[in-house]
C-alpha cells in the first residue's frame, strides 16, 4: 500500500482546481494531509510544493513546522525556489512545539512568544500572511471560571509580544482551536478581544472540538475573527459527501461569516489514503463553491 500510495503522489497526472472570478474561496492544501507520507520518507517536505500542484492542482500551501528537515537558511531558499518553479505559494505556517504561550510562569511564557519568531522570519521570506499558533496553558488544562480568566491573562500578555514582533513583517498571528481549553470557542474569543491586535485572529477547524461541544455554533463564534479556515475531513463516501461533518452547514457558516480567503483542505481520515481524501476533499469544495453561485 506505501509503494502505490508513493506511486500515485509521485507519479498521477495532476487535476487542475478552477478558480474563475465567481468563485468565494481560494484553496489550500495542509500539509498535515501528507504526514503519514511524510513521516514515512516517502516525500519530503522540499516535494510538498511539487506535489501540491502537480497532483492536485492546488497553489496554497499551509506547511507544518514539525514536518521539516532542518530550517536553515540554505532550506528556506531551497524551499522558496521550489515555490517559485511550481507556481505555488506559502499561506501560512502551523507552528507546534515551541512552548507554552500561557504558561504560569511569565518567563516561560514571554519565552515561548520568541521561539515563535523565527517562524515569523521564515513565513515571510516565504511569502504567507499568518503563523498558526497554540493556545495551550502549559502543567495542566485551567478549571473553573476563575482558571480560565487567568490562563487568558496570561495568554494576552505572550500573543501581545509575539503579535507585536509579527506586525513589523505585516503577519497575522492565528489560533486553531487544538485541544484542550483552545477548543472552547468563547476562550478564545474572549482572548481575540482582550489582546485587540488588528494582525490577530483564529483559524476555524471544523473537527477539533469534543462530542459535548456543537461544533457548528463553535465555528460560528470564531468566525468573526478567522484569517484562515481549515477544512478538517475524515471520509468521504461514493456521493463525494464527507460522511462525519455536514460540510454543506459548515461551509454556509463560513460563507454567512463574509469570508473569502482561502479554505484548507486537513485530511485526517484513515479508510482512504492520504491522496484519496484530499481529492475527495477538493471535489467537494469545487462542487459546493460551483452551487453557491
Known amino acids: 500500500m506505501a509503494s502505490m500510495e508513493r506511486r500515485s503522489l509521485l507519479a498521477l497526472p495532476g487535476l487542475l482546481f478552477a478558480q474563475g472570478p465567481e468563485k468565494k474561496f481560494k484553496l489550500s ?5 501528507l504526514h503519514k507520507a511524510i513521516q514515512s520518507r516517502l516525500i519530503t517536505n522540499l516535494d510538498f510544493p511539487r506535489i501540491a500542484r502537480e497532483q492536485f492542482g492546488i497553489e496554497g500551501l499551509e506547511y507544518v513546522n514539525q514536518l521539516w528537515q532542518a530550517p536553515t537558511s540554505d532550506y528556506v531558499r531551497r ?7 511550481t507556481g505555488t505559494k506559502c499561506v501560512l505556517i502551523m507552528c507546534d512545539g515551541e512552548g507554552f504561550m500561557g504558561h504560569p510562569e511569565k518567563p516561560v511564557r514571554l519565552a515561548a512568544a520568541v521561539n515563535h519568531y523565527k517562524w ?4 515571510a521570506e516565504l511569502g504567507g500572511h499568518s503563523i498558526r499558533t497554540n493556545m ?8 473553573g471560571a476563575a482558571e480560565v480568566a487567568a490562563f487568558v491573562d496570561r495568554c494576552a500578555e505572550s500573543f501581545t509580544d509575539l503579535c507585536a514582533y509579527a506586525r513589523k513583517a505585516n ?24 489582546v485587540n491586535a488588528p494582525n490577530f485572529g483564529t483559524l476555524p477547524d471544523f473537527g477539533n472540538f469534543p462530542k459535548e461541544i ?10 468573526p475573527h ?3 479556515v481549515s477544512f478538517k475531513c475524515f471520509d468521504f463516501d461514493a456521493a463525494g459527501r464527507e460522511t462525519t461533518i455536514d460540510m454543506d452547514k459548515m461551509m454556509g457558516i463560513v ?3 463574509g469570508y473569502r480567503g482561502y479554505v484548507g483542505i486537513e485530511y485526517e481520515g484513515n479508510r482512504l489514503t492520504e491522496f484519496e481524501g484530499i481529492q475527495g476533499a477538493k471535489r467537494y469544495l469545487a462542487q459546493w463553491t460551483a452551487h453557491a453561485n
Open 29 to 33: 492544501l495542509a500539509q498535515w494531509s
Open 79 to 85: 524551499l522558496k525556489a521550489s515555490q517559485v518553479s
Open 120 to 123: 515569523v522570519d521564515i513565513t
Open 136 to 143: 495551550y496553558p502549559g502543567p495542566k488544562q485551567p478549571e
Open 171 to 194: 503577519l497575522n498571528v492565528i489560533i486553531e482551536n487544538h485541544g484542550g481549553v483552545s477548543s472552547q470557542p468563547e476562550v478564545v474569543v474572549s482572548l481575540m478581544k482582550k
Open 214 to 223: 456543537d461544533r457548528y455554533d463553535a465555528v460560528k463564534q470564531l468566525m
Open 226 to 228: 478567522a484569517k484562515g
Open 255 to 257: 460563507e454567512a461569516a
